[in-house]
């Protein structure tokens, strides 16, 4: 009983450190995931001298809350968003994987002395760009929607094909062309499994009768962790399952839905939290030191090397400009997957898994640190700052649920074109109108005659029918001003 009170109040102890480090992180700038990777490394053998070096529980415990994690990712990701990037986040995540493997597999070979096979197995670990990672950073960038689309499906669903690859690669049996016939049919059918999964979800959600608004939210993440044990009892891929059932869900008018979304919100949190405090506290700050040069070289490779090129020869299919290519390459976040996959090896017992383990644990600290704090700066750099962005607010309002509304919210920054606009020259399509304005740490209620300023921030009532078009004419202004339409913008791109 000493023991689970002492395990219950050290592990709220570092929730609530966590949660507080979200705060400081948008301070300092940085990824919050650094902090929570620094919180376990300091609970470990080099802090307070608590010893873990299970990496069979490691993988266990990082693969459930990559689940969770993927499923908070398809339930908050909205179809009308990720619609224009379906083919290239596809071909990201696909094509653009198999790419970066082999690029990475031939590099790490002759820079590293590694055996082709090992090689190809430390590029099939690298080749993710880590959910937790985007869904954190990219979501606070003001950048188009088709970049910030096919960066969220790539996301989403690269980790499917990279799980697959690190699984045959780590065995010792040849691999074949069958090897390619075996990727396909446990993509396809996990994508078979996911989105059949979330319509019948859907559907029987929305004629349930529970008797507790909260019970739809566990029904609803239930259903999406039923269709990863589902894609893996069929030897699928459940990871692409998982996701693909939340991204089903989260895009039907389901019941309480603002609850669900804020639900699937907090528990990806506890699921990135958990996860990099767990593998902080299993990484061994001894042996990182002789891991720095490989981790280094191989961080080269995939950033200034196997990213470009794999994202040149997969998006430029689809008409991406290089600009957005070049934010793209940038933009391939490594986080936690990398790790959680390179404990597929050591648990396995292949020869030099721990200097890969090690290797990655580098890799990772540098690039998020490197990377997380650049974006930024480099969507303004390359012109790709979409300014002003509606996004929702997640508010469980009776009234909102009978008309089928939502709340939007709507940040005016500096050089907005909307700064000076008239609440009546914003001209929404009917069902919408500006509600509430709050300016210098003060709110009102807009008319007509209302001038829009900068830091502004406007909360809209939107009938969903409408949500859409609304965001799109937002969008259209703070590019273009009042004139939008007569400068032939829309607002869609």
């Known amino acids: 009983m000493g023991e689970l009170t002492l395990g219950l109040g050290v592990g709220a102890a570092v929730l609530l450190v966590a949660v507080l480090a979200v705060r400081v992180s948008v301070r300092l700038g940085l990824p919050s995931l650094l902090l929570y990777l620094g919180m376990g490394v300091l609970l470990g053998e080099a802090g307070l001298g608590i010893e873990f070096s299970d990496a069979s529980l490691t993988q266990a415990l990082g693969l459930a809350a990559l689940v969770l994690i993927l499923v908070e990712g398809g339930l908050t990701t909205r179809w009308s968003d990720v619609k224009p990037a379906v083919g290239a986040g596809l071909a990201l995540s696909t094509v653009g994987v198999l790419i970066s493997i082999g690029i990475a597999g031939v590099a790490l070979h002759y820079l590293l002395g590694l055996d082709w096979r090992t090689a190809l197995l430390w590029g099939a670990v690298l080749a993710s760009t880590d959910a937790a990672a985007v869904f954190s950073v990219l979501r606070t960038l003001p950048i188009t929607r088709r970049l910030a689309g096919s960066l969220e499906l790539e996301s989403g669903i690269n980790d499917a094909p990279c799980y697959i690859a690190v699984v045959l690669l780590v065995g010792t049996a040849p691999i074949g062309w069958d090897a390619a016939l075996l990727l396909v049919y446990e993509l396809l059918t996990g994508a078979i499994v996911g989105v059949a999964l979330g319509w019948l979800g859907a559907h029987a959600l929305r004629r349930a009768a529970l008797p507790a608004t909260g019970l739809y939210p566990l029904a609803t993440v239930a259903v999406c962790v039923l269709a990863f044990a589902g894609g893996q009892a ?33 528990l990806g949190w506890l699921a990135q939290i958990g996860l990099f405090v767990l593998l902080g506290l299993f990484a061994s700050p001894a042996r990182l ?27 430029s299919w689809f008409g991406m400009p290089w600009r957005e290519q070049i934010f793209l390459s940038w933009a391939g976040l490594r986080g936690a997957v990398p790790v959680v996959l390179a404990m597929i090896p050591l648990t396995e017992g292949r020869p030099g898994a721990e200097q890969l383990v090690d290797a990655v644990f580098v890799l990772v600290v540098v690039l998020t640190l490197l990377q997380g ?23 469980d309002v009776a009234s909102l649920d009978e008309l089928d509304a939502s709340l939007l919210q709507v940040a005016i920054p500096k050089g907005s074109k909307l700064h000076g606009v008239y609440i009546s020259e914003l001209r929404l399509p009917p069902g919408a109108t500006v509600s509430l304005v709050t300016r210098s740490h003060s709110a009102f209620t807009p008319g007509p005659t209302t001038r829009l300023q900068e830091d502004d921030h406007l909360l809209i009532v939107t009938t ?22 007569w400068h032939g913008e829309t607002g869609l791109g």
């Open 234 to 266: 069929l030897h699928a891929s459940g990871l692409l399952a998982a996701y693909l059932c939340g991204l089903v869900l989260g895009n039907a008018k389901l019941p309480h839905r603002a609850d669900t979304l804020s639900f699937a919100e907090g």
């Open 289 to 315: 030191l002789d891991a720095i040069i490989p981790g280094l070289v191989a961080g080269a490779v995939i950033t200034f090397l196997a990213r470009p090129l794999s994202v040149a020869l997969s998006a």
């Open 373 to 395: 704090t650049t974006l930024k700066p480099l969507a303004r750099l390359l012109r790709l700052d979409a300014g002003a962005q509606p996004r929702e607010v997640q508010v």
């Open 464 to 485: 969903e029918d409408v949500r859409d078009a609304t965001e799109a004419r937002m969008r259209a202004i703070d590019r273009a001003g009042r004139y939008a339409r």
